[in-house]
């Protein structure tokens, strides 16, 4: 009765208010059945080969083969063939290193914390998102594990016992950061292939049904027998969301730790309490500008824009613009705290940081950086795809600058100016950095042509039909 | 030996119609039956009256045991085992053996939620009577079926289907055990 009453009165109020209706975002267009979707995503895998992915894939392997010279060199010369010298002992390598952890973290943010957040726009660029961190952390692997130069005693970094007896010290940041990057990485892949059970399930049938028993094999090997059932959906969704729910601290602890490197030491310039999360933003700042820069051309390629809206690309637009402008504040309080903290050494590092010999590394990080992620305040420049994939591009060279600044910088310039340098690069280190972008390219080519690049399943469940509730708002 | 079917299965073509059959079945009694959907029906667990997923206390188990292996390593090898000064800081404090240990519970989870998610589901099962229905392969793509086995102490025949019929099943077959 009461409960009536209540009703009666809530509909009074409704009417007289007349609340206006927002409409949901659509987040897979013009009313796609489900079999439809999953012809979509496997007809990428079942169909021929591209000659567009041939060519790309060619080129791939060429770049990629820079990076394989680069350091098969220093495997056979030393450590010594990079521009490394005093006082910049660390550039390019922990440079590139955290440029490409940092892209990394964007797929991570995608597939843990939107879902955890129920974002559900996620799902449809979850899947690439997160074999791009993946894909990333190889990359960033390369360059701590071959500065080490004797590349055989890598092992040293894990606490093995040795003929040396001594272990690790667990007082460095550093050692923090070898368990910080490979449980980053474990954690990945395992996420990445909880999330590709059911999707392989579905590929071992349709190659099964096709007569291809040998593609069916394989995929069915690590399909694990899925079939579907919702006693498994039940467990599988549990697990799906501890692992998000770990991987949200998980992502955070990694770019925190892998700002300790800087921060705990006491470099001007690097020891600053603002190093942690400043680093996190500027992470998913440039993970997300990878994002964009990967999915738009696949999404033109394969015309997937039934499943890319353009909801998804304001989404991604709007979290790289709040994340890039955390960075911006991020600048300006570093200064801030340069000036108000009165340490002349640290008020010198980021006078010199704008004004020094590094001044162009400087602006282009700020240009990059600062500037451009503000363009994506207007509707038209989200709108204009082409204008998004190039603003993209200048939030990855901005981020690759503002690890350089932070770090060379730095160096360059530490306390007793009868020690102060200029680092350039050698050409291995310029090698062994730009065929990285091959490794990352042969890796993503590889995976789109073998791998769903989109989780059926969970694009499956945003549908409106999805809805027991006689969700056919049709 | 007589065959002895796995058990019935019955075709529904979208949500509403699984989701209020799975309600029916379950009030019915049944325990020893499935339902196979291309993606997680919310709220399909209720619909089954299945109880609360196992899977998380692994996940505990797997993070205490994470946690605690960091911390214990730390502390046997800086400073039981063999102890080194370094910058005069003391040999063990959990202060800084806290990141590494912090990892370790996340690594230890995320294999512990694995390794029990597959466990508890029984998998990996590449042979299973439910795929050899020669129209399973929907039930990934864009079907649902609900699976009544035969040793469910309830199951029989004619009542079965009767119950499947009547919750909008279509093509009710047998599958061979």
Known sequence: MAHAEHAAHRAAILSEVNPAVLPRAVLVQNDRSFSWITDKICGIIEGKTPAWWWYCFCVAVFVASFTVAGITYLVATGVGVWGHANPVNWAWDIVNFVFWIGIGHAGTLISAILCLLRQKWRTSINRAAEAMTIFAVVCAAIFPVFHVGRIWYAWYLFPIPNSNIIWQNFRSPLEWDVFAVSTYGTVSVLFWYIGLLPDLAILRDRFYAAGNKFRSFLYGLFAMGWRGSNRHWSNYEMAYMILAGISTPLVLSVHTIVSFDFAVSLLPGWHTTIFPPYFVAGAIFSGFGMVLTLMLPLRAVYHLEDLITQYHIDCMCKITLATGTIVGYAYAMEFFIAWYGANPYEGFAFINRAFGHYAWAYWIMISCNVITPQFFWFKAVRNNTAMVWILSIFVNVGMWFERFVIIVTSLARDFLPSSWGYYSPSIVEIFTFFGTFGVFSTLFLLFIRFLPIMPMAELKAVTPQADVHGGDHH | ?177
């Not at chain 2, 075709?11 to 009694?29: C, I, L, N, S, Y």
């Not at chain 2, 997680?40 to 292996?69: E, N, Q, W, Y």
């Not at chain 2, 079926?145 to 279509?170: M, Q, W």
Request: net charge neutral.
């Open chain 2, 1 to 177: 030996m007589a065959a002895q079917p796995y058990g019935l299965i019955a075709t529904f073509d979208k949500t509403p119609d699984v989701f209020h059959a799975a309600e029916q079945v379950r009030d019915a009694g049944y325990r020893n039956w499935d339902v196979i959907t291309p993606f997680p029906v919310h709220g399909l667990d209720r619909a089954m009256g299945l109880k609360r997923s196992l899977v998380p206390r692994i996940s505990l188990i797997g993070g205490l045991t994470g946690f605690t292996t960091g911390m214990t390593m730390i502390w046997w090898t800086g400073g039981y085992d063999y102890k080194l000064v370094v910058g005069g800081k003391p040999f063990f404090s959990p202060m800084f053996a806290f990141p590494v240990s912090y990892e370790l519970t996340i690594l230890f989870t995320a294999f512990a939620t694995i390794i029990g998610m597959f466990v508890v589901n029984g998998l990996p099962m590449h042979y299973h009577p439910v795929l050899k229905y020669d129209h399973i392969r929907r039930g990934m793509d864009d079907q649902f079926f609900i699976v009544i086995e035969a040793r469910d102490p309830r199951f029989n025949a004619a009542n079965t289907r009767a119950l499947l019929e009547k919750a909008g099943g279509k093509n009710i077959t047998e599958i061979e055990a």
